[in-house]
């Protein structure tokens, strides 16, 4: 499916339909490959989502704390707080995805509650109650007493387009659309990239992972600024798909 959109921006996901079709070839998929994979992601997710926003535990420090329960000298409660909040909201994802459970403000609380429990506990599943600013950016979210209104509005264009749109496309714009809102007082990018995935599962991809490293971050920001400011989105369509796209052939080359 080649997405024509504005301002003379082609996002193309014949690629990805491809490898989609190749991997859906491939299943069921190999009990134990599907295992490791899952084990892998779960570390790789909950490191480079949480390095967005700052965490700065490393990939091993993190895979030392979730699956060897450590506590790593010298970093902050938080950010192991951090790591085990995000690999359990993983862990609920799946658990909406395998059971078929629409999207809806509830799971979306949900979510939130798990990435900021014992955190921010007072705040935790609450959309905000004041207005915010986002750091570095020319965009300011609406006003807290329309976010409520706006999120129910979310919910109602997801359930309406989720089977129009090609599900990359739904994915990202959903991720963005949330941010746009930023409708938590913490946490937002967190609980969109789980959102996203969350999607993205519900369709049969593999989660996609934005990374933290080599240009990716500040790409990945440049471009939700882009389309929170310019209004134009598909250069943050194209990143997603490109995320999507490598998760694709990490899944093949690993159950083939």
Not at 55 to 65: A, R
Request: glycine fraction near 6%.
């Amino acid at each position: 499916m080649i997405y024509k959109a504005r301002r003379g921006w082609v996002v193309n996901f014949e690629k990805i339909d491809k490898l989609k079709i190749e991997l859906d070839s491939l299943r069921p998929l190999p009990a134990a490959a599907v295992r490791n994979l899952e084990d892998i992601y779960r570390v790789e997710w909950t490191y480079h989502s949480n390095a967005i926003e700052g965490n700065t535990l490393t990939l091993l420090e993190t895979k030392l704390v979730l699956e060897d329960g450590l506590a790593i000298g010298g970093k902050k409660l938080r950010e192991h707080f951090e790591v085990i909040n995000h690999a359990e909201a993983i862990h609920y994802v799946k658990d909406i995805v395998h059971r078929n459970i629409e999207l809806s403000e509830y799971v979306v609380k949900s979510i939130h509650q798990l990435v900021l429990r014992n955190i921010d506990d007072e705040n935790t599943g609450r959309y905000r109650m004041m207005n915010v600013g986002i750091s570095g950016s020319q965009h300011t979210p609406p006003n807290f007493a329309v976010v409520p209104e706006k999120m129910e509005k979310l919910i109602q264009w997801y359930q309406q387009t989720k089977n129009i749109l090609h599900p990359v496309e739904l994915a990202a714009q959903l991720h963005f659309q949330f941010v746009y809102i930023h409708p938590f007082t913490d946490g937002n990018g967190r609980t969109a990239r789980l959102l996203m995935n969350l999607v993205l599962m519900g369709f049969g991809f593999p989660p996609a992972i934005v990374k933290a490293e080599n240009g990716i971050r500040l790409k990945y920001y440049e471009t939700l600024e882009e389309a929170s400011v310019k209004d134009n989105l598909n250069p943050f369509i194209n990143l997603i798909a490109e995320c999507v796209e490598d998760s694709l052939q990490r899944y093949i080359s690993v159950v083939k």
